[in-house]
């Protein structure tokens, strides 16, 4: 999997509304390619249709504390 194939999913995600942008927040520090950054938070839009996986519902609790 490479960056280039994450940020085009999450893209077609956007478009198909499987996907929202949540929110755009931009962070100030020193950063190797400059002195801010922009991070994009995504969240399930309405087209998606999440499907739970009994073993990682499993595991998850019984390793709650």
């Known amino acids: 999997v490479t ?7 999450l893209r077609k995600g ?3 509304q499987e996907i929202e ?3 755009i927040k931009e962070e ?5 390619w400059g002195s ?3 991070k994009t938070y995504y969240g399930l839009g309405h ?3 999440p499907v739970g996986v009994g073993k990682v519902k499993e595991f998850l609790e019984q ?3």
């Open 3 to 9: 960056q280039r194939s994450i940020y085009y999913h």
């Open 21 to 23: 942008i949540k929110s």
């Open 36 to 38: 801010k950054v922009e």
């Open 28 to 32: 100030k520090g020193d950063f190797s």
């Open 63 to 65: 390793h709650q504390k």
């Open 47 to 49: 087209n998606s249709k």
């Open 14 to 16: 956007v478009q198909t």
